[in-house]
């Protein structure tokens, strides 16, 4: 299996990057976001990789990240939801996108993406709740082990430099209240009693007090893992 792929960009296609390793060309296919990531021809890259395998064909598939490629994985495990149609959702949304319209049920977000009607939405979002936490609080582990930077999805409507309020907090803190609403909604989505729920979202809060939802998400994933 070809995990990772180190080498100079030798060309940029709509849908693949063709990335010279040693001499050897490797066609590897991306997403709209990571092509936009990478460096131009000439440059070196990086790319983390999932090779399909059928009768007939061989392709590579690459992410700037192992939390991105664990995505895909969940996402082609759904039926009708193939390499291509994954590439899709990951371009649109990104890996913390998708992670978020799943954990809140919103799968007209999902829908949005290139080649997705509502009925494949519909089951990604469904066949996909109960195995996202466990890929979610993967994700900061993944990032802080590897020194990565996770994309983040901004929410327009609430600046990012106003912190998360704790329970019982005023001020300015306050207004960042919708953030751990909307945490606390996906918990709950995801199957969580509401106390628990609750604990994890306001203890996460406390101890990350500038967190996004996505990043309030999985840090209260992480305290609610159960313990070896």
Known sequence: MIGKLTGRVDHRAADHVL???NGVG????CSDRTLAAL??????????TELLV?????????FLTLYEREWHRLLISVQGIGAKASMAILGTLGAEG?????????????????GVGPKIAQRVVNELKDKAPATMALGGSVHEALGEAPVEVIDRAEPASQPVAAPGSTG?????????????????????APSEAANAVATAASDLPEANT??????????????E
Do not use: C
């Not at 803190?173 to 995801?190: D, I, K, W, Y």
């Open 172 to 192: 300015q803190g306050a207004t960042r209240a919708p953030v751990q609403a909307e945490a606390l909604s996906a918990l709950q989505n995801l199957g969580y």
């Open 214 to 227: 996505p990043a309030l998400i999985r840090a209260a994933l992480r305290l609610l893992a159960p313990k």
């Open 39 to 48: 460096p131009q021809v000439g440059e070196m890259a990086a790319l983390y």
């Open 98 to 114: 998708i992670a978020r319209a799943i954990a809140i049920g919103d799968w007209a977000t999902v829908k949005a993406a290139p």
């Open 26 to 29: 490797y066609i590897i296919h």
């Open 19 to 21: 990335l010279d390793v």
């Open 54 to 62: 059928r009768e007939d064909l061989l392709q590579l598939f690459g």
